[in-house]
């Protein structure tokens, strides 16, 4: 390679990283002019990526009580399935979609201690409430679900997080809802997959769960794939089509177990059981554009949907 090519290619390398700077440091100046301290609250994204690679624990007879990097690390153990607008709230973390003002994922940790039933805890205390941290544009509001005829469907459940009242309290922020389907889904089918999620945590001593919605594409009468779903509210909230959980679960001897299920947001019969839904992991990942569990070795795991590997 000549002597000019080389200068040329260090020029427009130069040039780019330079511009990538400018660009980040002007939107940022932007941002605080626009929105100013006491205007958008921000919370913690990603935390330092050394603190990702294991989970550390936090120390016995401590709560935390904000998004700490420990915390953190201790949630996202396997891996984030993306990095798109990530929050960290204090007991889950998320990615929120923007243009369909529900989130892409939510992930979770559960133990047997933190489904407990706790009678400081209280669900009835919890408010729905905007996620201030979300940029006004692209947050959805209560008014968005009123009289739409959906419930505002947890992804992560209120009652997997009861170590703590404020823990249960950021469950009920709208960047943790989408919208479902009430009677005969979120407060039947649904809800029987969630209980049956804080089940495991009595036969694993950890429990990782990842939730979220999915817009599948259906065949209609002209024989062509679509892909269509209702919009509510003035801020035009996405409807899902249908929601997954992919959860992992550690044994006390270390083996891992993971389950995948796909449930269609609409009316399900009581009698339908759960094993209806499951589907390979892998077809959860095609459809929501996500990889699961990416820093965990398919190898490690002692089975899959309850079949042995």
Known sequence: MTNLKIGSILTI????????????????????????????????????????????????????LSATPSRISQIMKYGFPGLDHVRSQ????????RRNRVPHWVFEHLTAESVAKNDAVDRAKSEFRPDESIHPFFRAQNTDYRRSGYDRGHMAAAGNHRLHQKHCDDTFLLSNMAPQVGQGFNRDAWNTLETYVRKLTKSYINVYVCTGPLYLPHK????????KYEVIGSNTVAVPTHFYKVIVS?????????????????????????????VPP????????????????????????????
Not at 25 to 51: D, H, I, V
Not at 250 to 278: C, G, W
């Open 13 to 64: 390398g130069a040039t780019a990283l330079g511009a990538f700077y400018l660009g980040s440091y002007t939107e940022r100046r932007s941002n605080n002019q626009e929105f100013g301290p006491n205007k958008l609250s921000r919370l913690p994204g990603l935390p330092a990526f050394a603190t990702v690679s294991a989970a550390s624990l936090i120390p016995a007879g401590e709560t935390n």
């Open 220 to 227: 209609e009468d002209d024989g062509k794939m679509y892909v």
């Open 282 to 309: 892998e077809t959860v990942e095609r459809a929501a554009g996500l990889l699961f569990f990416d820093q965990l070795n398919r190898q490690q795991l002692a089975s899959i949907n309850g079949k042995k590997v």
């Open 250 to 278: 550690e044994a006390d001897d270390r083996k891992l177990h993971m389950e995948a299920y796909v449930m269609p947001n609409k009316v399900i019969s009581n009698d339908t059981p759960l094993k209806v839904f499951q």
């Open 90 to 97: 204090s007991d889950y973390v998320l990615s929120y979609d």
